[in-house]
């Protein structure tokens, strides 16, 4: 069984451009998670998406954003980068379920330049 | 706000020895708990999950939760260099949140 696979691994901008980043879950989950992990620090929830919905987000500017397409995949936007935008950012993805863990992807790592 | 507790360590055990990693969360409705082991620069691994109360063996690693005092930890038996890692605490809360709340974590590190 595929694992939660993200895209690009890596991607470098400048200040001011804006970054699409994207996940496909593990087949059957319906439920995505993305998170920013800043070097050394711990893991903050960005958005949560299920059944294509918008289900709750972090706090974390508007010009963070996304969406969830109708195959469960997602992508991540965000616009206008600053130089703090740097860190790993994660996808997990679930059942909706409360017995059922958040499965990671291996992330993608944005570099602000 | 629901809040999960973790040591930030770092922990430092010799090889061979136990290492005992706890986690305390705030809100008492809580069901279900993980342990994810993250490596440096890597992406967070789930170990090991938890639902009820008591202790959960794996392998080297053993869960232990205890909900009347709202506390998980994880046990590391016979820790080897390959462990350290730094280890995540995961709480998802009652009431129908599916959110996962996540610790900080602590660092482990296991000195040869």
Same mark, same amino acid.
Request: proline share 5%; with cysteine; net charge negative.
């Given at each position: 069984?595929?694992?939660?696979?993200?895209?690009?691994?890596?991607?470098?901008?400048?200040?001011?451009?804006?970054?699409?980043?994207?996940? %496909?879950?593990?087949?059957?989950?319906?439920?995505?998670?993305?998170?920013? &992990?800043?070097?050394?620090?711990?893991?903050?929830?960005?958005?949560?998406?299920?059944?294509?919905?918008?289900?709750?987000?972090?706090?974390?500017?508007?010009?963070?954003?996304?969406?969830?397409?109708?195959?469960?995949? %997602?992508?991540?936007?965000?616009?206008? $980068?600053?130089?703090?935008?740097?860190?790993?950012?994660?996808?997990?993805?679930?059942?909706? &379920?409360?017995?059922?863990?958040?499965?990671?992807?291996?992330?993608?790592? !944005?570099?602000?330049? | 706000?629901?809040?999960?507790?973790?040591?930030?360590?770092?922990?430092?055990?010799?090889?061979?020895?136990?290492?005992? $990693?706890?986690?305390?969360?705030?809100?008492?409705?809580?069901?279900?708990?993980?342990?994810?082991?993250?490596?440096?620069?890597?992406?967070?691994?789930?170990?090991?999950?938890?639902?009820?109360?008591?202790?959960?063996?794996?392998?080297?690693?053993?869960?232990? !939760?205890?909900?009347?005092?709202?506390?998980?930890?994880? !046990?590391?038996?016979?820790?080897?260099?390959?462990?350290?890692?730094?280890?995540?605490?995961?709480?998802?809360?009652?009431?129908?949140?599916?959110?996962?709340?996540?610790?900080?974590?602590?660092?482990?590190?296991?000195?040869?």
């Amino acid at each position: 069984e595929a694992g939660v696979t993200q895209s690009p691994t890596h991607l470098i901008k400048t200040r001011g451009q804006q970054a699409t980043l994207r996940c %496909s879950p593990i087949s059957g989950h319906t439920s995505v998670y993305w998170y920013q &992990q800043a070097l050394g620090l711990g893991l903050q929830f960005l958005l949560w998406y299920d059944e294509g919905e918008e289900r709750n987000r972090g706090n974390f500017p508007p010009r963070f954003s996304g969406r969830q397409f109708p195959n469960y995949s %997602s992508e991540l936007n965000v616009n206008a $980068l600053e130089l703090e935008d740097s860190a790993l950012y994660l996808c997990a993805s679930s059942f909706l &379920q409360l017995d059922q863990p958040q499965h990671f992807g291996d992330g993608t790592r !944005l570099s602000i330049l | 706000q629901k809040e999960v507790e973790q040591n930030s360590g770092p922990l430092s055990v010799p090889e061979g020895a136990i290492a005992s $990693l706890n986690c305390t969360y705030s809100d008492r409705g809580s069901q279900s708990f993980f342990w994810y082991r993250q490596y440096s620069g890597k992406s967070p691994e789930l170990i090991m999950s938890i639902y009820s109360n008591g202790d959960k063996e794996d392998g080297r690693f053993t869960a232990q !939760l205890n909900k009347a005092s709202q506390y998980v930890s994880l !046990l590391i038996r016979d820790s080897q260099p390959s462990d350290s890692a730094t280890y995540l605490c995961a709480v998802y809360s009652g009431a129908g949140s599916y959110q996962l709340t996540f610790g900080k974590g602590t660092k482990l590190s296991v000195i040869p």
